[in-house]
Each structure stands twice: as C-alpha cells, then as structure tokens.
C-alpha cells in the first residue's frame, strides 16, 4: 500500500492533521476572485491614505533629504536615456532561451535577464501535453459548474488550484529545472537559510481568456502588496529598499535575497495578496499568443523602474498641475516641460499619497500618477508564445495585461510562480498543504468552498502516482533530504527547519 493511499498519514506525525486544519481555518481569507486583489477591477479610486502614511515617509528619508533630491534627479536623467531604448526595441528587448541550453545560458542572456527582469524560456513542455492540460481543464469546469470566475457572466480567469492539470505542470520535472534555473540569478550569502534549488509548489489561479474579452483589463500593477513596500512593519522588516531611502538608488539590489526573508508583504490581509516568497511571478502558456492577443505586457526597467515608483510618492510637480494636486491630464503629464527635473521637488512636508499603493490591494502604476516612466510607450508586449513556454518576470517587475484580446484563439495560461525554499515558505507549505487536503483554495486567495466540491479534483492518496517523490516534497507531503551531498550551510540549515516546520521531525 502506498504511504500516501491513506488521508494525511503520509510521513506526517498524526496529530499534525487537526493541528493544521485549526491553522487553515484561522488563516483563510475571505471568499473573493481577482478582482478583489486590485482597486482599479473593483471599482476603487485612488485616493491620499490615512494620515499616518505622511508621518512614515517622513521617517523614512529623514536625515537623507538631500541625497534623496539628488538621487531622484539622478534617476530622472537615467530614465530619459534609457526610455528610447526600450521604445525602439519593443518586445525584442526580452531575453529568450530555449529550454535544452539552460545548462549552459549565453552571457548575453544573462546579463539580459538581470538588467530586464523577465525571460522567456521555450518548449519547456511538449505542445501536445500543455494543450491536452488545457483541454482537461475545460472538462474539468464542465463537469463543475459552480467553479467561481472572473467576470462571473463571461469567465476568464478560475479560482481554481487543484486541477489534475495544474497539479501535474507545477511538478512537471522541466518546469521545476526551469524555476531552478531562473532562480539561481537571484543570490546570498552561503550561510543563509534559503534554497533556490528545492523550489516549493506555489498554488494558484488560471487564466483562459476569450477573444473579444475587454473585462481582464488589469494595468500596470506589481504583485507582493503595495503599502507594504513603504512600511517598517512589511518590506522594512528586511531593509529592501533602505538604499533607496538614503539616497543612493543605484546601490538597490533587486536580486539580493536574504533582505527578503523577513518581509511581510501581506499586513493587510487582501485577496490575493502574496504572504509567501515569489522570487518570480510565471505562467505556462497553453496556446499560442501574440501581441494583442490578451496576453502580458511588462516593464523591463526592473532596477530603475522601481527606484521611482518607491521615490514618486516623495515628489510634486510645481507646474502643470493645480495647488495640491497630484496628477495632471494625459497631455500635460507627457510635455517634456512637465517632466524637467526642475519641475519636481521634494515634499517639504510630506503627504500621505502613496501613488497607486491602497490597503489590501496591489501596486497599480499609471501614466497619470507615474509619467516619468512612459508606461504608456514602455509597457512592452512578451514575445509571441506557445503552448509549453514558460514567461517569467521578477517580483519587482511592472506587469500588466491586454486591455481587449484582439486576437482569434483562447489566451490560455497557468499561473506558477517560482518560490524558493524558506522558513517562511515552509509554514505557507503547511497552511497550502491542509488546503489542499481539504479542497479549498490556495490560503493566499479567496475563502469559500473552493473545490471542496468538485468532481475529479486531485486528492492525496493520487499525489504520488501523479508527480512522485520530488512533486510530493514541493507540496509538502515528503521531508527534504537535508543529508543530501553538495548542499551549503545555508540549504541544509534551510530543508532541516522545513522539515521541522512541515511535523516529518522535531
């Protein structure tokens, strides 16, 4: 009989199962789909925050105001050398590899990827196997009706998480070397607990939007939270962005990864709103997607791009707009007078505007709140994909999608997000893992039945004929092999506290 035949015995200690489902109910959100996570899809304005907001920026730079200024106009002259080159380049800009030369990546990809933020990696899965996921996929809605959608009345994006499909492409042996792969550009120090190597299973949402779809017109935004890049108690917790506080934006590191293990990027628990660690947002395509055709748009200015939208909320134009305003009109906000350094100034006093920032919501960017940037011009179309490529972009990274799915065919995708293994994603491992078990949706998302439900949703005793050992150990449900040969302090040290984390010891 299989370990995993029987519900939660696994290699698990008994006792952890009622112990988890108690964590899983305390920590489950409230039921909502994707529109919840953004304040542009659900309908709110963008407004100035509580009045605490200005007392924190001001701790914030305070003692630094100088370099700050200096430090902004230095940004501003970089962005204006750098802006023409990703206008003439347009999608050509993002770095692609074919899934066989991982092993042995081009520099010239290299230095791509780090300076852009996103790649695309080709034929990461067989055409055949991703389109028949998609086609499993359709009947596995069909077969469950009441599965939850956005929009309700034309669905495209599923609140669903335990499908045979996304089970098996999470664990899918290439996608995992990929997520490897791509993560290994992040770096830290050898004795720091963290493994880029044993990424866990990050479950989420699918997309299969519909030509003609104008609904799923999410803009520019960043996942990760928003007004928690701004607080002491969220990223300040690691120090993320405290070069950019002194005034030297060029010393930010965006791949530096030990500054984000203390992170608390959800303070406000929002639907949506990621409390794991996502070294990158990803998705599998399942058909082929051009331009146009509903699929990704990113910025890739990832250093620069995110030095000023976490410096924007310090700045106020002096012409172009009316007294105490924050934003001015399309047209003005693109004149070149408008844009002059001259022209922008450091709060004296500052305000609690955090531009496009809203409690339990993500970061949302616009043209209106973050000209400098050209958004505009510079949200740049992913290359035309196919079905088993892989798109992959920082955490940090400006995305957004389509305004209106121009094309012919279904713009299909699977979120998957690689997450290395960290203490923190080891205890989100064991709230997933009970949520999982229990057929509800992934603990970072929506509440509600879920998939509780479902016909033909995958249970535990399938696990391990499904995706073996290592796919059981991304979710959870096996210990890591800590003993293993050629491991660094920081990853033995690492898969020992996940063990003891997940209930296999200790």
């Not at 009345?153 to 995992?176: D, G, M």
């Not at 490897?180 to 963290?194: C, D």
């Not at 866990?200 to 799923?216: N, T």
């Not at 200015?301 to 310090?314: N, S």
Request: with cysteine.
């Amino acid at each position: 009989m299989s370990s995993l035949s029987k519900p939660f015995r696994l290699n698990t200690p008994r006792r952890l199962a009622t112990q988890l489902r108690t964590a899983a109910t305390q920590a489950q959100k409230r039921a909502g789909d994707i529109s919840d996570a953004f304040a542009s899809l659900s309908g709110q304005d963008f407004r100035p925050l509580a009045p605490h907001y200005a007392d924190l920026k001001a701790r914030l730079i305070r003692g630094h105001e100088d370099e700050v200024r200096e430090s902004w106009e230095r940004l501003l002259r970089d962005l204006r050398e750098e802006l023409p080159i990703v206008v003439e380049l347009g999608s050509k800009i993002i770095p692609e590899i074919e899934f066989k030369d991982i092993d042995h990546a081009p520099e010239k990809f290299n230095e791509e990827l780090r300076k852009r933020g996103v790649a695309v990696v080709r034929n990461v899965v067989e055409e055949k196997e991703a389109l028949q996921w998609k086609e499993d996929l359709r009947e596995y809605v069909a077969k469950n009706p009441q599965t939850k959608a956005f929009p309700p009345e034309k669905p495209q994006v599923f609140e669903l998480y335990w499908s045979r499909s996304q089970i098996l492409a999470r664990a899918h042996p290439n996608l995992l070397k990929t997520q490897r792969f791509l993560m290994s550009f992040w770096h830290a120090n050898p004795n720091v607990p963290i493994s880029t190597r044993h990424p866990i299973s990050y479950a989420d949402r699918l997309r299969m939007r519909l030509p003609g779809d104008s609904k799923f017109a999410l803009g520019p935004h960043v996942d990760g939270g928003s007004v928690e890049r701004w607080d002491p108690a969220g990223y300040g917790l690691g120090g993320v962005f405290d070069s950019i506080w002194r005034g030297k934006w060029e010393d930010f590191d965006p791949w530096e990864a030990s500054c984000r293990l203390p992170v608390q990027p959800d303070l406000h628990q929002g639907v949506g709103s990621c409390s794991a660690l996502r070294m990158y947002q990803g998705w599998l395509s399942m058909s082929t997607c051009g331009p146009f055709e509903g699929t990704l748009l990113v910025n890739p200015l990832l250093k620069m791009a995110t030095a000023y939208y976490m410096l924007r909320p310090f700045f106020s134009p002096k012409r172009g707009v009316e007294a105490g305003a924050q934003t001015s009109t399309e047209v003005i906000s693109s004149t070149d007078d408008f844009l002059a350094s001259n022209n922008w100034t450091l709060d004296e006093k500052p305000n609690s505007w955090l531009q496009g920032a809203t409690p339990g919501h993500g970061q949302e960017l616009s043209h209106l709140l973050h000209p400098h940037l050209n958004l505009p011009k510079t949200m740049v179309h992913v290359p035309k994909v196919n079905p088993g490529d892989y798109v992959a972009w920082h955490c940090d990274t400006i995305h957004a999608v389509d305004k209106t799915h121009a094309g012919t065919q279904d713009s299909s995708v699977l979120y998957i997000p690689a997450c290395p293994l960290t203490e923190t994603n080891a205890k989100y491992l064991v709230r997933q893992r009970d949520a999982f078990v229990e057929g509800v949706a992934s603990p970072d998302f929506g509440g509600g039945a879920g998939e509780s439900e479902h016909v033909g949703r995958v249970k535990v005793q399938d696990m391990e004929g499904l995706v073996g050992e290592e796919g059981c150990r991304g979710m959870g449900l096996r210990e890591w092999d800590s003993g293993a040969e050629g491991l660094t302090n920081g990853e033995r040290e690492v898969l020992d506290r996940a063990n003891k984390v997940l209930g296999f010891y200790g």
